[in-house]
């Protein structure tokens, strides 16, 4: 079946440095690749989408100035938080879309602590 | 933009029970997907469905297109059901939103 590996697992940075965390699909090429966060007690929220001969498109209040993401393939993405502060504490999830299908599969996330 | 409300907010249920869970959204959506958020956090795709009904295992979701809204129906609960529960539908941007979910505690 379709699978997305996230790493790291877990991360802590401390404050006004940065992290940089991969997402790859395992056995099948995504079409495209969605970046979440969940913060502490609320839902997740899109960073931003990745779409094959597309520009990536972030969400408001998320800019590549902070998370800017590669996409070099069709399996392989990574994100960095730049500059991490403690509002960018949560679990960052990537979500691929296999081929043409509608369904998002998700790793299991990083979870991003800063100190 | 798209506001995604699911209730109940939070559920308790004695295992064996079924449970119930809602979920509305505000705009169109290609698709509406149903996940688990197990209590460290990872993320299943339970199911995947536009419109009308789906089955797998003991889940069953329904999905009413032109009333923007979508139920899944957990049959004979189990312990290891306890998680929180997210919908989240998607449109044709391409863009999932989620609801802040139901969290489900199923008691022995």
């Known amino acids: 079946g379709a699978l997305v590996y996230q790493y790291p697992r877990r991360t802590i940075c401390k404050s006004g440095t940065s992290m940089r965390m991969e997402c790859q699909a395992v056995g099948f090429q995504a079409t495209s690749v969605a970046w979440y966060r969940q913060s502490p007690q609320k839902t997740f929220e899109l960073i931003a989408l990745?779409?094959?001969?597309?520009?990536?498109?972030?969400e408001q209040n998320f800019t590549q100035e902070k998370f800017p993401i590669s996409h070099p393939n069709l399996s392989f993405s990574s994100m960095t938080v730049l500059n991490a502060y403690l509002e960018d504490r949560g679990l960052y999830l990537c979500?691929?879309?296999?081929?043409?299908?509608?369904?998002?599969?998700f790793g299991a996330g990083t979870r991003l602590s800063v100190l | 933009g798209q506001q995604v409300q699911q209730s109940p907010s939070s559920l308790v249920l004695q295992e064996g029970e079924n449970a119930e869970l809602q979920c509305n959204f505000s705009s169109t959506a290609t698709q509406l997907q149903w996940f688990y958020q197990s209590p460290g956090g990872s993320l299943v795709s339970l199911l995947s469905n536009p419109s009308g009904t789906k089955h797998t295992g003991r889940l069953t979701s329904t999905t009413v297109t032109k009333e923007r809204r979508s139920s899944l129906h957990i049959s004979s609960s189990q312990t290891t059901d306890s998680g929180t529960y997210l919908c989240a539908p998607r449109t044709n941007t391409g863009k999932l939103t989620f609801g802040d979910g139901t969290v489900l505690t199923v008691k022995p």
């Open positions: 990745s779409t094959v001969n597309s520009a990536i498109k972030y």
């Open positions: 979500g691929a879309r296999l081929g043409s299908q509608n369904t998002l599969y």
